[in-house]
């Protein structure tokens, strides 16, 4: 893992994943390489599932397509999503996914400085996009309507990561 990748997982974990209750019911989008399901099995975490569009995926599809792959409704406690919310606008899918009151977990480039992004990437000092960054949005401002931003936090400028609740009124 690149530099910069590497320890901005560390401050993943900590920030993200730690507080999560041990009995949490877990779906991460984009799991990658699943150095989060990793962490979270290793830590004590017991019902995780990753999905991706390629194996090793504990679930192979596009998170679009939710309901074909024989997920549930409300079936989830939290959902992980880092660096995916720029690449898929599914918010909606994540609300759909989340028990009254779960929570979202999101990373993404801030949408001003994704050029910046893209620049510590082509010195390998950040993990490879692997798809354009179709998606960018202010976390801030990201769908009111499905949920509330319950903390929000921009690293060094670049990076922008937020801890969402599903909004009681649409649930």
């Known amino acids: 893992m690149p530099l910069l990748s590497d320890i901005a997982a560390r401050k993943k974990c900590a920030f993200f994943l730690d507080p999560l209750p ?4 877990i779906l991460e989008i984009g799991c990658g390489s699943k150095w ?7 830590n004590g975490w017991k019902n995780y ?3 991706d569009l390629v194996p090793p995926a504990d679930i192979v599809g596009d998170i679009l397509q939710w309901r074909s792959l024989g997920l549930a409704p409300q079936s989830f406690d939290a959902i992980i999503a880092f660096e995916l919310i ?3 606008p599914c918010f909606q899918e994540c609300h759909d996914l989340l028990k009254p009151g779960g929570t979202l977990l999101l990373t993404s480039p801030v949408p001003e400085m994704d050029w910046v992004m893209l620049m510590l ?5 950040n993990q490879s996009r ?3 960054h179709e998606f960018l949005i202010d976390f801030r ?11 929000y936090k921009r690293l060094a400028g670049l990076s922008q990561w937020g801890v969402f609740e599903k909004s009681p009124a649409a649930a």
């Open 22 to 25: 041990k009995d949490a019911r």
């Open 36 to 42: 989060v399901g990793e962490y979270l099995r290793k």
């Open 49 to 51: 599932t990753g999905l």
């Open 86 to 88: 720029e690449h898929v």
């Open 121 to 125: 990437e082509k010195l390998k000092l």
């Open 130 to 132: 692997t798809s354009p």
């Open 141 to 151: 401002k990201a769908a009111p309507h499905l949920f509330h931003l319950k903390q």
